[in-house]
């Protein structure tokens, strides 16, 4: 199976990368730097929170907290954009300044073991690797072309998932019995920080455009007048919240024994790690095709369909082959929505408006981000885990019934151009 999968990778990459300096020098960056990427993934999509439910036995408000760091960063990113362009750095320059952050209070962590900053702790920490996705998705604007960005950029996050399958699949076995020994894996974190910010400081790009202004809410103004932007940030505002509640419950399904499970680490880490990463692995090619050629909504809608799928067939079985379908099938959509959720804008706003678009998503996103959590817990203080499933399954469902009428639009959508220029060696 392993050699299979070697051997599929391969045949993804024998394909040519155009000649553009700017765009081999990104993508020969971006390939190294998803190596980190996965492995941080890691610490946001399980560890951290594995660490606060069975070392910290961390309560209600903890594991909300530390569940919605990332979303906190993405919440920030408008500021983040603002201040970059205001300093006028480039792009890469202030996702640097985020990486090093990172670092820095994954250290502080890790020699501090105690609750209260783990907790701030990791919210920053999984916070400054969200809030530079603003910047990232100007740089693949600028550098990657038009025409073939979903492949290039599903390129890396192949290798990305790669990193994330194979580290999960390690430390979940190094971790089953040694939970004590966690300040470990926060210093490897921390030096995968520290990796994304030496190739972040090389990468081509250019200061940000602030001749809109550099206020953190002049990007709002779009959402009035892009009828097509707005309608498209509430639909995916539905199946975002619903997709982000049950996110961090998968965790919380399989280590409380409240839910009859209370797995193992490994086996946490095979089910939300490993097996959901692998099918990511195989389905991203595809996926980042799909997004060069197929109508957009379209796509939103089936990929909507198979989150769907994945809730309530994860949740709604406490079997191993029902752990096993849910794993795959969540895998399998959540490939699409790297791309998807990554490069969306950039069919949508202006090439320079990149970032300011992008931006007003991902505040969206992290708004939902922190917010979906909190409602997750404390809703299943009140209603059962399955319940739960079948109602944020009906959520995506509404969301995909509204996006129908918008696919006439999605082959019209104001594609961006990239910017791509050469650059001196």
Known sequence: MLKRLVSYARRVYDSNIPESINTKLTFRYEKWRAVSAGILETAGATFLLLIAVKWFQAGTLAKALIASGGSFGLIISPLVVSYVGRKQWTASCGAAHLAAMGASVLIVMAFFPFLPIFVVGGLIGMAAT?????????????NYPEKIRGRLFSKTVMIRIGAAAIFSEIIGRLFTNRLDQFR???????????????????????????????????????VWE???????????????????????????????????????????????GVIPNLARLVMSPIWGWLFDHLNFFLLRVILNLGFALGILTFFLSADTWGLVIGAIVFGVSNAGGD???????????????????????????????VVAPFVAFHLLEIISLSALGWISAGLIFLASVLLLPEIRFG????PGSALVEEVSE
């Open 130 to 142: 969200a809030a530079a996705v603003p910047l990232m998705t100007q740089i693949y604007q600028e």
């Open 411 to 414: 082959s019209s959508a104001r």
């Open 226 to 272: 892009d009828r097509l932007f707005r309608y498209t940030l509430i639909c995916w505002m539905l199946m975002g919240f619903a997709n982000l509640m049950m996110y961090p419950l998968r965790v919380e399904y399989l280590a409380n024994p409240k839910y009859g499970l209370a797995l193992k680490v490994s086996l946490i880490a095979l089910y939300t």
């Open 339 to 369: 791309v998807a959720w990554s490069l969306w804008v950039t069919k949508f706003a202006p090439p320079e408006r990149v970032a300011d678009y992008m931006a007003i998503h991902t505040f969206l996103t992290g708004l939902r981000g």
């Open 184 to 222: 470990w894996l926060l210093l490897f974190f921390a030096l995968a920080f520290v990796f994304s910010w030496q190739l972040l400081k090389k990468c081509p790009s250019r200061p940000l455009d602030i001749s809109g202004g550099s206020h953190p809410f002049k990007s709002w103004h779009y």
